[in-house]
């Protein structure tokens, strides 16, 4: 049974940093992709960044390097370090596990079929 639990989600001032975790059971790297979708108030999930057994780590274009996916294969924890945030960042981060992390921005009902999700931790960013 695969299980992911996110971690590290709270409320930041504009300009601030965060780092979520995701401690991941039942599945590692070797089983596919790892990333992190972020889910707004309009229901759309974007896929922020994903990383796959080669290390190869992909972003959203959105969201001008500010954000880095990483992985510890010891312990198969998925984190992201958020740095200068900004208001649009705020959303509810989910930890995604899947043969492949699809890019973009789908509608939330469209792909939460896909894979495994975490329950999502909240960001808040306030200035």
């Known amino acids: 049974q695969v299980q992911l639990m996110e971690s590290g989600g709270g409320s930041v001032r504009t300009g601030g940093s965060l780092r979520l975790s995701c401690v991941a059971s039942?599945?590692?790297?070797?089983?596919?992709?790892m990333g992190w979708y972020r889910k707004t108030p309009d229901n759309q999930c974007e896929m922020v960044a994903s990383i796959g057994e080669d290390g190869r780590a992909y972003y959203s274009n959105s969201l001008e390097g500010r954000f880095t996916i990483s992985h510890d294969s010891a312990t198969n924890t998925l984190y992201l370090q958020m740095n200068s945030l900004k208001a649009e960042d705020a959303a509810v981060y989910f930890c995604?596990?899947?043969?492949?992390?699809?890019?973009?921005?789908?509608?939330?009902?469209?792909?939460?079929?896909?894979?495994?999700w975490g329950q999502g931790t909240q960001v808040n960013v306030f200035s």
């Open positions: 039942g599945y590692t790297l070797r089983d596919g992709d």
């Open positions: 995604v596990a899947d043969h492949t992390i699809r890019p973009g921005t789908w509608p939330c009902g469209a792909i939460e079929g896909f894979g495994y």
